[in-house]
């Protein structure tokens, strides 16, 4: 684990080596002010941890619910639904070998402040576990028809039942438990797969790469489109008829102007790796946009503070201001069945996007600190724009930007990059690159 307890999303690692049933008694313990709802995604480690957490809470004399196997958003609604906090076992995207928690309150990801406060709390609470203590551990099975309830509603049921889309949904984590119930539902024809309650049949970060099988199942089953979770389904990454991702930056640009189109409140909120689509996307739509730094927590806290209409981060989390204010891939999934109902095939649809180059790369930080590297590489770099340095540091020239942030997951510093001129996008990423190579030596 990192040198941090939490990082860009909860607290992750791998299983028993940072992840211990010790360490998730004690998170929960320091984390219980009040009765708290815990959930978990289908990883083998989860059911123990889930006992531990649950330990945690019960031994300070709170009550716990039970919710099972859910994803993320639908502990999130559970907070809001109970009044309660809430804590998600899972370690979202990261193999199998991974576990963690993700801490929730009001219906989002605690804030930083909040981590920093359980971080002090942990080191100097020991166990206060007493004789008469009146705690119970209970259940919530509704919790799943109340999430499909609550999206139902944000979206034309009738128009979607109308077309009945053919949909291939890989699940292959939490989201084996809502979505293509929901979907089936809402009309669509549903094929699943991935959908065991148990482990993961493939990796779970929703990549091109580790597609390859459902991308092969939506072209020989002729679907009209397919969506893929990660592993705690707050995440939802759109395939088309022809069995390609549409793309993360074309997938949220769809998304945005499908929120556009018919709003009064046109304020948006994406993040430092917004691309220049998106960025041209929002304002061809009338809209207006704030950049946060990368990360979920950051959006959820900015969506309310900001009323903004929608929260996108183009890994395909995207809040919408109607659902939970926590990334939701279930309602993605309902939103982009909509689409297709009102607009038709995705191929179609993505092809007025024209994606300029870009490069994404990650590269091993061992040796160093993440934030030193950082500092490092920021006092190397000497090109002029536009500058942000709220997560790492961005740079907005007239015809491009590129970003440089440390990894809030993984001991890896990340490079992005995207120029309308593939020559000078070339000659960026090599300077760029050369630096950061020096840099984490
Ligand atoms: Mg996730």
């Known amino acids: 684990m990192d040198d941090m307890l939490f990082g860009t999303s909860g607290i992750r690692g791998i299983?028993?080596?940072?992840?211990?049933?010790?360490?998730?008694?004690?998170?929960?313990?320091?984390?219980?002010?009040?009765?708290?709802?815990?959930?978990?995604?289908?990883?083998?480690?989860?059911?123990?941890?889930?006992?531990?957490?649950?330990?945690?809470?019960?031994?300070k004399g709170y009550n716990t619910i039970d919710l099972g196997i859910v994803p993320t958003p639908t502990v999130a609604l559970a907070t809001k639904k109970h009044n309660i906090r809430g804590i998600m076992i899972t370690?979202?995207?990261?193999?199998?070998?991974?576990?963690?928690?993700?801490?929730?309150?009001?219906?989002?990801?605690?804030?930083?402040?909040?981590e920093k406060k359980i971080t002090a709390q942990m080191e100097k609470e020991g166990f206060s576990g007493k004789w008469d203590m009146h705690s119970a551990s209970m259940r919530d099975d509704a919790i799943i028809d109340d999430h499909k309830s609550l999206i139902k509603k944000l979206v034309d049921e009738k128009s979607i039942a109308k077309k009945k889309p053919k949909v291939i949904i890989d699940c292959n984590g939490a989201g084996a438990a809502i979505t293509p119930y929901l979907l089936s539902d809402?009309?669509?024809?549903?094929?699943?797969?991935?959908?065991?309650?148990?482990?993961?049949?493939?990796?779970?970060?929703?990549t091109a790469n580790n597609l390859q099988k459902t991308l092969a199942i939506?072209?020989?089953?002729?679907?009209?489109?397919?969506?893929?979770?990660?592993?705690?389904?707050?995440?939802?990454?759109?395939?088309?008829?022809?069995?390609?991702?549409?793309?993360?930056?074309?997938?949220?640009?769809?998304a945005i102007e499908q929120e556009l189109e018919h709003a009064k409140n046109k304020l948006i909120l994406t993040?430092?790796?917004?691309?220049?689509?998106?960025?041209?996307?929002?304002?061809?739509?009338?809209?207006?946009?704030?950049?946060?730094?990368?990360?979920?927590?950051?959006?959820?806290?900015?969506?309310?503070?900001?009323?903004?209409?929608?929260?996108?981060?183009?890994?395909?989390?995207?809040?919408?201001?109607?659902?939970?204010?926590?990334?939701?891939?279930?309602?993605?999934?309902?939103?982009?069945?909509?689409?297709?109902a009102d607009k038709g095939h995705f191929s179609n649809l993505a092809k007025r996007f024209k994606p300029y180059?870009?490069?994404?790369?990650?590269?091993?930080?061992?040796?160093?600190?993440?934030?030193?590297?950082i500092e490092k590489i920021k006092q190397e770099i000497s090109i002029e724009g536009k500058r942000n340095d709220e997560d790492g540091m961005r740079i907005d020239e007239k015809d491009g930007w590129f970003l440089i942030r440390a990894s809030g997951t993984e001991p890896a510093i990340r490079l992005t990059a995207e120029y309308k001129d593939k020559k000078k996008l070339e000659e960026r990423a090599v300077k760029l690159r050369a630096i950061i190579q020096s840099s984490i030596l």
């Open 186 to 206: 809402l009309g669509c024809h549903v094929v699943s797969i991935n959908a065991e309650l148990q482990g993961f049949n493939r990796l779970p970060e929703p």
């Open 357 to 373: 180059p870009m490069v994404r790369e990650k590269f091993a930080c061992i040796k160093k600190p993440k934030a030193d590297v």
């Open 218 to 254: 939506v072209r020989a089953t002729a679907a009209d489109f397919g969506i893929a979770h990660d592993g705690d389904a707050d995440r939802a990454i759109i395939i088309d008829e022809t069995g390609q991702l549409i793309g993360l930056d074309v997938q949220l640009a769809l």
């Open 15 to 59: 299983y028993g080596k940072d992840i211990t049933e010790k360490l998730a008694c004690s998170v929960a313990h320091a984390f219980a002010e009040s009765n708290v709802a815990i959930g978990r995604d289908t990883r083998s480690s989860g059911q123990a941890l889930f006992h531990a957490a649950a330990s945690g809470v019960l031994s």
């Open 91 to 114: 370690a979202s995207h990261n193999p199998e070998e991974y576990n963690g928690l993700k801490l929730l309150e009001n219906g989002k990801e605690i804030s930083k402040e909040q």
């Open 271 to 340: 993040t430092v790796e917004a691309s220049l689509l998106v960025r041209e996307t929002i304002e061809r739509c009338g809209g207006k946009y704030e950049i946060s730094p990368v990360g979920s927590t950051y959006l959820s806290h900015k969506l309310e503070k900001a009323n903004a209409i929608f929260a996108g981060e183009p890994c395909g989390e995207y809040i919408y201001s109607k659902g939970v204010p926590c990334p939701d891939g279930i309602l993605v999934a309902a939103k982009f069945a909509q689409l297709f």
